[in-house]
């Protein structure tokens, strides 16, 4: 039977974390997200709690104690300061953990070590696709398998940091069989080119490009798991929930601001909390926020508990009800700050925005 009460370690860890959130990230997202640049020094700090360290192997520079569980309360806590901030923090997973999960002994040993350095390595990934109805399964990049070489042909779009990328995964489908498999491309390789920064709605302190690859050609052991090729479905799995945690994180800050807004509002004489409209809406919000969050902690204990069953039912569902949970809860914390929650000095109009694209965040975050 499952147990979601948190060890002592990972009290610390949610402490820690919220700490940081509450006193460094929170004052510097309204800048970030106003001038659309990412508070380095911000990150690194986050990065120094050092979350994805703890995670490696010991043969790699970590403490052997990788949890989905875990990191999914940690990046509950991180996104509950700022999405865009909690996203670039966790921003090398999107190669460690891929590494780490599916990929072969030689991009181990080449690739794990970087996360347990005291500087974030410049790491990222390219899933998203431009295009309406993008699939995950139905990926129009493509892999060709040319003697010792795959050359990799396509469009993405959403990529996080990859101007400074030293290396990222390109998901692509593979011509002969279909399967899709991530390969390691190096951010300066011939064919690659990147985009200017792209101009979104949210998110807008996390810079993220569009790539072009024509005719990108790596190496055959470039691929994730080699021979094996790589565990995709389990990756999406992992990216689900962190999405979804992720989702949870930011709900709850729009929740918690809109309660402490409603009882220190004075509406004829009464808090605004004490109207029957405003405290049935927040009770609903509350309700939405913890729904959400057990069904990402469900999938991430599966993803603990059986590491080699397939969890694509549970991520799936955790990460779809979290989508609209997000967008109903920041939606009404808009709604319970009257004509303030339009007003940009306050956040929820931010989160609101913000929560708008998890629905496309798909590969974004990973945990």
């Known amino acids: 039977m499952a147990s979601f009460t948190p060890t002592d370690e990972q009290k610390m860890l949610i402490d820690t974390i919220n700490k940081y959130a509450s006193n460094e990230v929170r004052k510097a997202a309204h800048e970030a997200d106003e001038t659309s640049t990412l508070p380095l020094e911000v990150v690194r700090k986050g990065w120094e709690i050092g979350v994805l360290p703890a995670g490696l192997p010991e043969a790699f520079g970590g403490l052997g104690e990788y949890s989905a569980v875990t990191n999914t309360l940690a990046v509950e806590e991180f996104a509950y300061g700022d999405l865009p901030i909690a996203m670039a923090v966790m921003n090398p997973a ?13 991009q181990k040993e080449n690739l794990l070590p ?195 069953v397939d969890v694509t039912q549970e991520s799936y569902l955790a990460k779809e009800y979290a989508d609209k949970a997000v967008l109903y809860v920041t939606d009404c914390a808009v709604q319970a700050l009257g004509g303030h929650g339009y007003i940009r000095e306050h956040p929820v109009e931010r989160w609101l925005r913000n929560a708008r694209g998890f629905a496309t965040f798909d590969g974004m975050a990973m945990i």
């Open 94 to 106: 999107l190669v460690g953990l891929p590494v780490q999960i599916s990929g072969t002994d030689e």
């Open 114 to 308: 970087a996360l347990g350095d005291p500087v974030p390595p410049h790491f990222t990934a390219a899933l998203l696709e431009p295009g309406i109805a993008f699939k995950p399964h139905a990926l129009k990049t493509t892999a060709t398998r040319d003697g010792d070489k795959v050359a990799l042909n396509g469009v993405k779009c959403y990529v996080p940091l990859a101007e400074h990328a030293k290396m990222m995964i390109v998901y692509a489908r593979d011509t002969e069989t279909g399967k899709i498999d991530g390969y390691l491309v190096e951010g300066k390789a011939e064919g690659l080119s990147i985009g200017e920064q792209e101009k979104l709605m949210g998110i807008r302190a996390l810079p993220t490009y569009r790539l072009n690859l024509n005719n990108v050609r790596v190496d055959v052991a470039c691929k994730i798991g080699g021979a094996a090729g790589t565990r995709y479905e389990r990756l999406l799995s992992h990216s689900r929930v962190a999405l979804a945690s992720m989702a949870v994180g930011v709900a709850r800050a729009a929740f918690e601001y809109a309660r402490d807004y409603a009882k220190t509002r004075v509406q004829f004489g009464v808090p605004v909390a004490t109207k029957q409209a405003i405290a049935f809406m927040l009770a609903e919000m509350a309700i939405e926020i913890d729904s959400a969050r057990l069904l990402a902690w469900d999938a991430a204990w599966k993803l603990d508990a059986e590491p080699e």
